[in-house]
């Protein structure tokens, strides 16, 4: 059996494939090696009864996650994971890789996430290229939950929420300055905790307060991460998250907007990713 692992920063999909190609599903939080030590990631796979159960028979693991861009990032992941699959073979890459995978239809194309952070590469199906770094939730991350998480909490802390939308949030969430300000800056995983605040935005997204700059910040990130290849215009372009099925609508006018024509916009990448795992890389390979 084989574990194939589609990870952001937020939460991690994790895919049982056994020989008859049966899949099984499960989830723990994301793991990004920014943010997680080998002894988290160790920890937090333990508190899955169900995955852990499966340590003995899992062969190989494939995991793709949010922050694996480097040896030594990487390393940090497959060292939490292989303490707990002590048997299993455990390749570890970038969640850009992932995201190619999942969307790739046969030719080539550039593909984008839009989640908690955001990035994008163009992939012919053999090699990957990124044109642009991501620079994460402080210096990039556009279009991200974590972009437009900040725009809602500086202006609920500069007292710009429009009356409405500032009693639901009050509503919602009870929250105070030093409560913000302490897990933007005190506690870990500040990007996860900005962009948990996307429910609040998706739901009132048609207010004009909000749909003028959710299209603008979608804009952003295609001008930043798409408008970057030089022949964007006559490549289509991918889309993998929750977050960019949520905001089609908008995505799609932003695209308009610059000419880029969106092929398609995946919300769940996992089961695309295992069925291009079965399809290339796992085909000839026992599982």
Same mark, same amino acid.
């Given at each position: 059996?084989?574990?194939?692992?589609?990870?952001?920063?937020?939460?991690?999909?994790?895919?049982?494939?056994?020989?008859?190609?049966?899949?099984?599903?499960?989830?723990?939080?994301?793991?990004?090696?920014?943010?997680?030590? %080998?002894?988290?990631?160790?920890?937090?796979?333990?508190?899955?009864?169900?995955?852990?159960?499966?340590?003995?028979?899992?062969?190989?693991?494939?995991?793709?996650?949010?922050?694996?861009?480097?040896?030594?990032?990487?390393?940090?992941?497959?060292?939490?994971?292989?303490?707990? @699959?002590?048997?299993?073979?455990?390749?570890?890459?970038? =969640?850009?890789?992932?995201?190619?995978?999942?969307?790739?239809?046969?030719?080539?194309?550039?593909?984008?996430?839009?989640?908690?952070?955001?990035?994008?590469?163009?992939?012919?199906?053999?090699?990957?290229?990124?044109?642009?770094? %991501?620079?994460?939730?402080?210096?990039?991350?556009?279009?991200?939950?974590?972009?437009?998480?900040?725009?809602?909490?500086?202006?609920?802390?500069?007292?710009k929420l429009p009356a409405d939308l500032l009693n639901d949030f009050q509503d919602t969430y009870a929250l105070t300055e030093a409560e913000i300000v302490s897990n933007v800056y005190q506690k870990d995983s500040a990007n996860v905790y900005i962009a948990s605040f996307m429910p609040?935005?998706?739901?009132?997204?048609?207010?004009?307060? @909000?749909?003028?700059?959710?299209?603008?910040?979608?804009?952003?990130?295609?001008?930043?991460?798409?408008?970057?290849?030089?022949?964007?215009?006559?490549?289509?372009?991918? @889309?993998?998250?929750?977050?960019?099925?949520?905001?089609?609508?908008?995505?799609?006018? %932003?695209? =308009?907007?610059?000419?880029?024509?969106?092929?398609?916009?995946?919300?769940?990448?996992?089961?695309?990713?295992?069925?291009?795992?079965?399809?290339?890389?796992?085909?000839?390979?026992?599982?």
């Amino acid at each position: 059996m084989i574990f194939i692992i589609e990870s952001g920063s937020t939460k991690s999909d994790w895919v049982l494939v056994n020989s008859k190609s049966k899949q099984t599903f499960y989830n723990t939080i994301g793991f990004n090696p920014y943010f997680h030590s %080998a002894e988290v990631v160790s920890s937090e796979i333990r508190k899955n009864k169900e995955i852990v159960g499966h340590a003995s028979s899992v062969k190989k693991i494939f995991f793709y996650g949010a922050g694996c861009s480097s040896e030594k990032m990487n390393n940090e992941i497959k060292k939490g994971i292989q303490s707990v @699959f002590k048997s299993a073979e455990v390749l570890v890459e970038h =969640d850009l890789l992932a995201c190619a995978f999942a969307t790739y239809d046969g030719e080539p194309g550039i593909s984008c996430i839009i989640g908690t952070g955001s990035n994008s590469c163009y992939f012919d199906g053999n090699n990957l290229t990124e044109e642009v770094p %991501a620079l994460g939730y402080v210096l990039g991350d556009e279009g991200s939950g974590s972009y437009f998480g900040k725009f809602l909490l500086s202006s609920f802390l500069y007292h710009k929420l429009p009356a409405d939308l500032l009693n639901d949030f009050q509503d919602t969430y009870a929250l105070t300055e030093a409560e913000i300000v302490s897990n933007v800056y005190q506690k870990d995983s500040a990007n996860v905790y900005i962009a948990s605040f996307m429910p609040f935005i998706v739901k009132h997204k048609n207010h004009p307060f @909000f749909n003028d700059i959710i299209i603008k910040g979608l804009q952003h990130f295609m001008e930043v991460h798409v408008c970057c290849y030089k022949n964007y215009l006559d490549t289509p372009v991918h @889309f993998v998250g929750s977050l960019s099925a949520l905001l089609e609508d908008e995505l799609r006018v %932003a695209a =308009d907007n610059l000419g880029i024509e969106i092929r398609s916009i995946v919300a769940k990448p996992v089961e695309n990713l295992v069925s291009y795992h079965l399809k290339y890389i796992l085909k000839n390979q026992p599982v």
